[in-house]
């Protein structure tokens, strides 16, 4: 369902911005960290405490790591929910550059198995060899996202499944991509389709004159939201962006109605007549209607029920147009497959160094 690629051919998207979404949130599966409001007295304002923590936890598991085999040695344990918490933590400081902006993303998704004990506790010998293959299989996965210029890691996202026996399945998911490489801020605009934009629902139907070209109306809008939303500049010079504590929610498209009983998100009976070529005014009313959903509805409702923490952090949405069946009925319908996450401003040197993956 994941493993898809897109290419921006039609869209001009407005250049960069600062937009720090101040997020933060922590799946309710993995261990998380509370948020502290304090702000650090020392010389790096703005590093605060919850920040303090989160980078003293990434390095304990990297110094771990390093002295894997008398650790092992010690016997310790590791819940697997703590597993989880630091393997994707500490792989998003070592590999990820969240603060860029992108230009399309390519998602991919993993299945790796970890063997834990009868107390749901890994032995910290099986933790180090997950880390490695999880590196493996994600520079693998990396290589061949079909992305050859500016390419960059996003995120890369560790759930924990359903448990088997003596082992937990995990998935993981890889998000990477091209990167805007223009030095500027640029700023989202209420509408940022004009009047030559025009493209087809979905189901990879190309623009309303070629449908032969790579793309349809679903891309477009998520790699506008993504390129918009998803990312934020960092303000200090010397400090890193981290996300961490990540986890995917979906929605099928008709989950929220506004005012008039209309479905927020783009989602028609196939026998109702719906608008399969959405030209600009249709791309800025569903992308709007997007963001609603996005950064507001279902942030919400994830928080009522004890999901999120007070800040949510949108990471990045994929968008899939589709034709089939939603409950007891045939649809077109964008589905979305949509990333939050925690995130904090970390000195550099509080963190591993970052490092190219495929070097």
């Known amino acids: 369902m ?23 949130l922590a799946a309710c599966k993995k261990e998380i960290v509370t948020p502290i409001n304090n702000i650090g007295q020392d010389d790096y304002p703005g590093y605060t405490d919850e920040a303090k923590a989160v980078a003293g936890k990434v390095m304990k598991f ?16 590791m819940p697997i929910d703590s597993v989880v918490w630091n393997v994707e933590a500490l792989f998003n400081a070592e590999f990820a550059s969240p603060e860029r902006k992108y230009l399309e993303t390519v998602k991919q998704e993993l299945e790796i198995f970890v063997d ?22 994600v520079r693998q996965a990396y290589a061949n996202d079909g992305i050859n210029d500016e390419k960059s890691l996003k995120a890369v996202v560790v759930d924990k499944g359903e448990i088997r026996g003596n082992q937990v399945k995990l998935k993981v998911y890889v998000v990477s991509g091209k ?7 640029k700023n989202p605009v209420p509408g940022p389709f004009g009047p030559d934009d025009c493209w087809y629902y979905g189901e990879y139907g190309g623009t309303c004159a070629d449908p032969s070209i790579f793309g349809d109306a679903a891309e477009i809008i998520e790699d506008t939201i993504n390129y918009y939303y998803g990312g934020a500049m960092v303000p200090q010079t010397g400090f890193r962006k981290l996300n961490y504590g990540m986890f995917m929610t979906s929605l099928e498209g008709g989950e929220y109605l506004d005012e008039n009983g209309e479905p927020y998100l783009y989602h028609y009976d196939v026998n109702g007549n719906p608008p399969l070529y959405l030209n600009g005014d249709w ?12 950064l507001h509805l279902l942030p919400a409702d994830l928080m009522n029920m004890g999901a999120l923490p007070e800040i949510p952090a949108f990471v990045e949405v994929d968008i899939v147009g589709m034709m089939g069946y939603v409950g007891n009925g045939s649809y077109y319908y964008h589905r979305n497959y949509i990333i939050y996450g925690s995130k904090v401003l970390i000195p550099s040197h509080d963190l591993p160094t970052l490092r190219d993956l495929l070097n």
């Open 116 to 137: 834990i004990n009868a107390n749901n506790e890994a032995p910290f010998g099986e933790v180090a060899d997950l880390y490695d293959e999880i590196t493996a299989e």
């Open 2 to 24: 994941f493993m898809k690629q897109k290419k921006l051919k039609g869209v001009a998207l407005l250049v960069l911005l600062a937009v720090g979404t101040a997020l933060y």
């Open 62 to 77: 990297r110094r771990q790591l390093d002295d894997k085999e008398q650790v092992a040695r010690s016997g310790l344990c």
């Open 283 to 294: 791309l800025n009313y569903y992308y709007t209607r997007e963001l609603e959903v996005l």
């Open 179 to 185: 990167m805007e490489t223009c030095n500027g801020i």
